[in-house]
């Protein structure tokens, strides 16, 4: 089955910028997404098709897709922005998530 | 805008069905989305995608779940249900509806909790 890696921790300082990466097979050849999940919320989208922005998301947060690794970066980064952040694709018409980066602004 | 809303049982025993419900607002079900979801988080743990309906009629399996899963809609209700079978602890945790467009998820329900336990 296909698999997504992202790193299970990652702190940046406010007004810094970070990069959550998120690695599979050939994942450049597939659409990706990334979602937000703050300390006991839900998921939000924050990013589809590799780097198309949601409205109402900043426009600090960006993303790219190429080869085997995907990536949201986030400028400028508040501490709004402390998060569970998870990277999702399909696979033969299945949802696969990434096992999720907690990011925290520090 | 679009709400979604899951109810059901917050404590099953382990061996018995789970189910719960997701009530769509602010728009039809069978229109306003190209698909529906049902994904789920155990507790500390990440998001797990259990099935999606599409057409209100044709649901699509996480395949470590098919044999236990079920996904529908009553339209007249404007909600969907989720059904899954023979329970253990392991299948603990949030339980999210949620609505898809091409390929994206969004957006998603406040989730409930569900335990599994006697």
């Known amino acids: 089955s296909y698999e997504m890696t992202q790193p299970p921790s990652l702190s940046v300082s406010p007004g810094q910028t970070v990069t959550i990466t998120c690695s599979g097979e050939?994942?450049?050849?597939?659409?990706v997404c990334w979602y937000q999940q703050r300390s006991g919320q839900s998921p939000v989208l924050v990013m589809y098709?590799?780097?198309k922005r949601p409205s109402g998301i900043p426009e600090r947060f960006s993303g790219s897709n190429s080869g085997n690794t995907a990536a949201l970066t986030i400028n400028e980064t508040q501490a709004m922005d402390e998060a569970d952040y998870y990277c999702?694709?399909?696979?033969?018409?299945?949802?696969?998530f990434g096992g999720g980066t907690k990011l925290t602004v520090l | 805008q679009l709400r979604l809303q899951e109810s059901g049982p917050g404590l099953v025993k382990p061996s018995e069905t789970l189910s719960l419900t997701c009530s769509v607002s602010?728009?039809?079900?069978?229109?306003?989305?190209?698909?529906w979801a049902w994904l789920r988080q155990p507790p500390g743990k990440g998001l797990e995608w259990i099935g999606s309906?599409?057409?209100?009629?044709?649901?699509n399996y996480n395949p470590s779940l098919l044999s236990r899963v079920s996904i529908s809609a009553d339209t007249s209700k404007n909600r969907l249900s989720l059904k899954l079978r023979s329970v253990t602890a392991a299948d603990t945790g949030d339980y999210f509806c949620?609505?898809?467009?091409?390929?994206?998820?969004?957006?998603w329900g406040q989730g409930t909790l569900v335990t599994v336990s006697s």
């Open positions: 949620a609505g898809g467009g091409t390929n994206w998820i969004d957006p």
């Open positions: 602010g728009g039809s079900i069978s229109s306003s989305k190209n698909f």
């Open positions: 309906l599409y057409n209100t009629v044709r649901a």
């Open positions: 050939k994942l450049g050849n597939k659409h």
């Open positions: 098709q590799d780097k």
């Open positions: 999702q694709a399909w696979d033969s018409g299945t949802v696969i």
